[in-house]
C-alpha cells in the first residue's frame, strides 16, 4: 500500500475534478449494496432444495463460496483498488488485453446485468400473487412490471446515497423475519433432516444453477468504485462484511426450514419461505417475510442498476461508448445509462425464472473466463503495479485460486440446454459485430466520444489510453484532453 516503489509502474488516479466529499458511499452501504449484488436474502434458493435435497442445498452453500464466492470477492478486492474508476471489469480487461476485449466484457457483462434485473418484477409478482391471484397472468402482471419498473428505475436516478442507504433499510427488514423464524424453530429442530438425499434424483442443473446465481456477481460492485469514499481501504472490508452476510443469510434460513419440518421435496418452490414462515409463526410472520420478499426484490433491483449503469457511465469516461453515456443527471447519476437499462429490463421481462437465470449465468460465465485471466496476466506481466489491496499469493497461488472457479464455470456451461447455449452465443455474436460498429462511428464521426481527462493510462504493454491514431475505439478530443502523454499521441 501506498506510493509505488522504485522501478515500480505508476498507475494512480490523478485528482478527480469531482471533490472529495461527492465521492457518495460509505461502508454500510456498501456491504449492503454488495449484499444486494449477490444475494438480497435467501428468496430463491428453496429450489436448491427441490433440485438436489436438504444436504446437498447445505453442502452447496457451505462449500460453493470456497471454490467460487472467495475467488471472485478476493479479485474483485485487488483489481478494484488497482483501478479504483467506473467500469470495474472493463477497465481490467482492457488493461490485460486491449480495448476490443474490454468491449466485448462489457457486453456480456452489461447484458448479464440486464438479464438479471429482469427477475426481480417476475420474483416480487411471484411473491405477491398468493395475496393478490390477479397479478399471476395476464394485463395486469404487465401492468404491474410496468409500474414496478418504472417507480424503481426513478428511485435509482435520484441518486446513489439514497440507493445505498434504502438497501441498508431494506436489508435489515428483509433479514429479520428469518432471525424471528430461526428462533421460533429451535424447539422443533430435528437435525436428521439435514442429511436427507437421494443422488439418483437430483436436478444438476437446476441446482448448479441457483448456487451460482445465488452467489456470484462479487464483482459488480467494481463499476462504481469511482463513487466509492476512499476505496483502497473501503472496498477490502466491505466485501469481506458482505461475504460473511449472504453466507450466514442463506445457512441460517436453510437450516431453519429443513431441520424444523418434515423435507417434500416438490414443496420447496419459490416462495415456500413463506409457507414456513406461516407454519412456525402465523400469518403475521408470513406476511412480514413476504413483505420482505417485495421489498428485498426492490433492493436487488436497485443496486444492479446501480452497477449496470455506472457500468457503461466508466466505459463512456474511457471512450468506448459515446459521451452521452458519460452524462450526470443533477443528482449525479448516469441518466441515460438507467434509462438504457431499464429498457433492456422490460423488453427481457418476459421470460421465465429458469430462463432468466440460465441465460444470464451463461453470459456471466463468458465474462468470469475474461476476469480471470486477465487477473493473472496482469500478475505475470505487470507484477510491479501498485496493488493497495493484494492478495497474499503469489503467481502459481493466483493460478490455483482461479482454477476451481474456473472449472465450476466450464461445468455450469455443459450442463446449460442447448436453448440457452443458442440464446448466449448469438448475443456474444452480437458484442462481436457491435464492437466495430463503435469503432465506424468514432470514425464517421457520427456520434462524439470523448477520452475523461481525469483518468490515467491504462497499463498495457502496447498503448497508453488508447490511441486515435490506431483506430480501436476509444477516440480522444485532443482540443480538450490534458494529459501529456494522450496528446504525444495524437500530435
Keep these: 500500500m501506498g506510493e509505488p516503489s522504485a522501478g515500480e509502474d505508476r498507475y494512480s488516479p490523478k485528482p478527480t475534478i469531482r471533490k472529495p466529499h461527492e465521492r457518495r458511499l460509505s461502508l454500510l452501504p456498501l456491504v449492503f449494496l454488495i449484499f444486494y449484488e449477490v444475494s438480497g436474502g435467501p428468496f430463491g434458493v428453496e429450489t436448491s432444495v427441490q433440485a438436489g435435497g436438504p444436504l446437498l442445498a447445505l453442502l452447496g452453500f457451505l462449500i460453493f463460496p470456497l471454490i467460487w464466492s472467495i475467488p471472485e470477492a478476493l479479485l474483485t478486492a485487488e483489481l478494484g483498488t488497482m483501478f479504483p474508476e467506473n467500469g470495474g471489469y472493463v477497465i481490467w480487461v482492457q488493461a490485460a488485453f486491449g480495448p476490443f476485449w474490454g468491449f466485448q466484457e462489457g457486453w456480456w457483462k452489461w447484458l448479464s446485468g440486464v438479464i438479471d434485473n429482469a427477475l426481480y418484477p417476475v420474483l416480487f409478482l411471484d411473491y405477491l400473487k398468493s395475496a393478490i391471484p390477479e397479478v399471476a397472468d395476464g394485463p395486469l402482471r404487465l401492468a404491474a412490471v410496468l409500474v414496478i419498473t418504472a417507480f424503481l428505475t426513478y428511485l435509482n436516478f435520484r441518486g446513489l446515497t439514497i440507493v445505498g442507504w434504502t438497501a441498508v433499510a431494506l436489508g435489515l427488514f428483509s433479514l429479520l423475519p428469518f432471525c424471528v423464524m430461526a428462533l421460533l424453530a429451535l424447539p422443533r429442530l430435528e437435525p436428521a433432516n439435514w442429511l436427507q438425499t437421494d443422488f439418483g434424483d437430483v436436478d444438476w442443473n437446476t441446482y448448479l444453477n441457483t448456487l451460482f446465481w445465488n452467489l456470484n456477481y462479487w464483482d459488480s460492485v467494481s463499476t462504481l468504485v469511482g463513487e466509492v469514499d476512499n476505496p483502497m481501504q473501503t472496498l477490502p472490508k466491505a466485501l469481506i462484511s458482505a461475504l460473511l452476510l449472504v453466507c450466514g443469510g442463506y445457512l441460517v434460513p436453510l437450516l431453519t426450514g429443513t431441520g424444523a419440518l418434515k423435507v417434500v421435496r416438490s414443496d420447496w418452490a419459490d416462495g415456500y419461505f413463506a409457507d414456513i414462515a406461516k407454519i412456525l409463526g402465523g400469518v403475521w410472520l408470513r406476511w412480514w417475510m413476504e413483505a420482505a420478499a417485495a421489498l428485498s426484490n426492490m433492493g436487488m433491483f436497485e443496486a444492479e442498476m446501480s452497477s449496470d449503469s455506472f457500468q457503461l457511465l466508466g466505459m463512456a469516461e474511457r471512450g468506448m461508448l459515446p459521451q452521452m453515456f458519460a452524462y450526470r443527471s443533477r443528482y449525479d447519476t448516469p441518466t441515460l445509462g438507467i434509462l438504457v437499462s431499464a429498457t433492456g429490463v422490460l423488453l427481457l421481462s418476459w421470460m421465465s425464472f429458469r430462463e432468466i437465470i440460465a441465460a444470464e449465468n451463461y453470459l456471466y460465465c463468458f465474462g468470469m473466463f475474461a476476469e480471470f485471466a486477465a487477473f493473472i496476466w496482469l500478475r505475470l506481466k505487470k507484477p510491479n503495479i501498485s496493488r493497495p489491496y493484494r492478495v497474499p499469493l503469489d503467481t502459481i497461488g493466483v493460478f490455483l485460486l482461479c482454477t476451481p472457479p474456473s472449472v465450476l464455470l466450464v461445468l455450469v456451461m455443459v450442463l446449460a440446454t442447448w436453448k440457452v447455449i443458442i440464446v448466449s452465443f448469438t448475443a456474444a455474436f452480437i458484442g ?39 483506430n480501436v475505439g476509444v477516440p480522444v478530443d485532443k482540443d480538450t484532453c490534458s494529459d501529456p502523454e494522450i496528446g504525444l499521441l495524437l500530435s
Excluded: E
Excluded at 465506424?440 to 490511441?467: C, E, R, V, Y
Design 432 to 470: 462481436f459485430m457491435l464492437y466495430p460498429c463503435i469503432v465506424i462511428a468514432n470514425k464517421k464521426q457520427w456520434l462524439h466520444f470523448s477520452f475523461s481527462p481525469d483518468l490515467p493510462n491504462l497499463p498495457t504493454d502496447d498503448m497508453s489510453g488508447i490511441s486515435v491514431k490506431r
